[in-house]
Nanobody, 124 residues
Framework: QVQLVESGGGLVQAGNSLRLSCAAS????????MGWFRRAPGKEREFVAA????????RYAESVKGRFTISRDNAKNTVYLQMNSLKSEDTAVYYC?????????????????WGQGTQVTVSS
């Protein structure tokens, strides 16, 4: 079992930056790939980014490529999402997720463990 707790969300103006963190506890964090998803009001949950267990392979949704960066610190059991040049359409609840499969899947059902989410609101 892995427990995930997100933090770092908040209200920010368009064009500014936020960094989300996801702290993991439980089983060995380094064995899990990590992903970030988001759900905007009235929309389905969508993939944002994923990173493999070593941190040397990443995958991004086209909508965030070049603006968001996923990273991890296995010594701190934490994964990060650095979000730059934020847009109003980035407003959503952001969730981190974990899974032991090495495939950097964009499909939410591929992930076994989820955090409770953190709200990001971007004002235009």
């Amino acid at each position: 079992q892995v427990q995930l707790v997100e933090s770092g969300g908040g209200l920010v103006q368009a064009g500014n930056s936020l960094r989300l963190s996801c702290a993991a506890s439980g089983r060995t964090f380094g064995n899990y790939k990590m992903g970030w998803f988001r759900r905007a009001p009235g929309k389905e949950r969508e993939f944002v980014a994923a990173i493999n267990w070593r941190g040397d392979n990443r995958r991004y949704a086209e909508s965030v490529k070049g603006r968001f960066t996923i990273s991890r610190d296995n010594a701190k059991n934490t994964v990060y999402l650095q979000m730059n040049s934020l847009k109003s359409e980035d407003t959503a609840v952001y969730y981190c997720a974990a899974d032991q499969s090495p495939i950097l899947s964009v499909a939410a059902p591929s992930y076994d463990y989820w955090g409770q989410g953190t709200q990001v609101t971007v004002s235009s």
